[in-house]
């Protein structure tokens, strides 16, 4: 359920295909571009976050929630409390730790989130810089998109065919 408070998703169970449930996540800031534990430190990651304009736009805005979800992240009791909101069941000793992961999320310099995917156009190239949580279900959508927007390259007649193990599979022009 979304904290209306917070831009970030609230808490939340999900039934995994094994049977468990995992519940969570929260929001906290990485200290890493890929730091997947909390003793993950990257100086110059961290350096460029907090010395990027739109992170204290944003932190100005969100520091009581900011605050809260870091002590939910260290204090057990604390994350349960925000759990029985759904299911008041639910007590510190149902919960065992997990993986976590980190979720990139495009901010602007004026502190507003990128709430949809952002694909920017370079000179030669095109960058997915924002895929929020449909990202995967999207990919093959996001995949045409971009391709839509490519030039038409036509090959010269040497290379119209792709080999793999030297047999021949297609011809280029086949391929769509």
């Known amino acids: 359920m979304p904290n209306l408070h917070f831009p970030f998703l609230g808490v939340h169970f999900t039934r995994v295909i094994d049977g468990s449930v995992h519940a969570g996540p929260n929001a906290v800031l ?13 100086c110059a990651d961290l350096f460029e976050t907090i010395t990027f ?8 805005r969100y520091y009581r929630e900011g605050l ?36 990139a999320q495009a901010l602007m310099r004026d502190g507003t989130l990128v709430d949809d995917f952002l694909i920017v156009k370079g000179e030669n190239s095109m960058h997915v810089c924002n895929a929020p949580s449909p990202a995967a279900t ?9 391709a839509s927007r490519l030039p038409k390259v036509t090959l010269p007649r040497q290379s119209r065919r792709i080999y793999l193990a030297n047999q021949q599979i297609c011809r280029v022009n086949d391929v769509a």
């Open 30 to 42: 990485a200290f890493k571009r890929e730091g997947y534990h909390r003793t993950d430190i990257n």
């Open 53 to 60: 304009p739109g992170f204290w736009k944003l932190a100005r």
């Open 68 to 103: 809260t979800e870091m002590v939910r992240s260290v204090s057990k009791r604390a994350f349960v409390e925000n759990l029985r909101q759904l299911v008041p069941e639910v007590n510190e000793d149902d919960l065992l730790p997990a993986h976590s992961g980190v979720r």
């Open 138 to 146: 999207a990919s093959l959508e996001i995949g045409r998109f971009i």
